[in-house]
Nanobody, 128 residues
Framework: QVQLVESGGGLVQTGDSLKLSCAAS????????MGWFRQTPGKEREFVAAVGWSDGSPTYADSVKGRFTISRDNAKNTMYLQMNSLKPEDTAVYYCAARRTAYSGSDWYTRRDDYNNWGQGTQVTVSS
């Protein structure tokens, strides 16, 4: 098991940028595929982005492609989500997720059930 702690959420305006961080406790952080999901009240938790062992294999949901960038720093056991050109529909609680895997990519893991470690979430609110 790995403990995950998100930070960086807040209230911003349309068009603004925000950077989320996810700090992980795992000593073998580099063996985990990491992902970001988001959820609004009454809706299912949806996939946002995932990154494999290194920064070289990210996967994005169509709704954020070109605006969000996922990255990780294995030396700091931390994953990031840079969110640019934010829209009101990006408003949600954002969750960090992790899955230990022998697969170095991220494209296999885009479903909520693919991950077995979750953070507590951080609220992102984009005002119009």
């Amino acid at each position: 098991q790995v403990q995950l702690v998100e930070s960086g959420g807040g209230l911003v305006q349309t068009g603004d940028s925000l950077k989320l961080s996810c700090a992980a406790s795992a000593q073998t952080f580099s063996s985990y595929t990491m992902g970001w999901f988001r959820q609004t009240p009454g809706k299912e938790r949806e996939f946002v982005a995932a990154v494999g062992w290194s920064d070289g294999s990210p996967t994005y949901a169509d709704s954020v492609k070109g605006r969000f960038t996922i990255s990780r720093d294995n030396a700091k056991n931390t994953m990031y989500l840079q969110m640019n050109s934010l829209k009101p529909e990006d408003t949600a609680v954002y969750y960090c997720a992790a899955r230990r895997t022998a697969y170095s990519g991220s494209d296999w893991y885009t479903r909520r059930d693919d991950y077995n470690n979750w953070g507590q979430g951080t609220q992102v609110t984009v005002s119009s």
